[in-house]
């Protein structure tokens, strides 16, 4: 059975002087410009290509396992917390990004729970 997966990123924004600055703080991917709605529009879409590219060379597991990224494949947290630093002239948002669908894998003998399908 066939799933789809998620994940909540950390997106970070500031200016420096005429420019924003945006940044996804898990995957390292940003951006800039002058106008905030065409960086924070273009920080999403570079985001996708990422994860699109990791799913396709197969790293997507380990990237996301190095990165402390958790992948949800069933309803979103509603709130989440998140450590910002006091007086910070940043925006910072949390960000739900579709990961595509996911298929359980047939496993062995002694496979965990979590992995074998039916």
């Known amino acids: 059975m066939a799933a789809t997966g998620f994940v909540i990123l950390t997106l970070s924004y500031h200016q420096e002087r005429h420019n924003w600055v ?3 703080l898990e995957t390292g991917t940003s951006t800039y410009g002058r106008v905030f709605s065409k960086v924070h529009n273009e920080l999403i879409e570079l985001i996708d290509l ?3 590219e990791l799913d396709a060379v197969g790293e997507r597991a380990r990237f996301f396992k190095e ?3 958790k992948l949800y494949t069933d309803d979103a947290p509603t709130e989440i917390s998140q450590t910002v630093r006091v007086d910070s002239e940043m925006l910072i948002e949390a960000h739900r990004v579709s990961v595509g669908t996911l298929v359980k ?3 062995p003998i002694n ?3 979590s992995l074998a399908s039916n």
Do not use: D, F
Request: hydrophobic content about 20%; proline content about 13%; overall charge neutral.
């Open 105 to 107: 894998i047939r496993c």
């Open 22 to 24: 945006g940044e996804c």
């Open 111 to 113: 496979c965990p729970p």
């Open 50 to 52: 990422h994860l699109n």
């Open 67 to 69: 990165n402390g990224i």
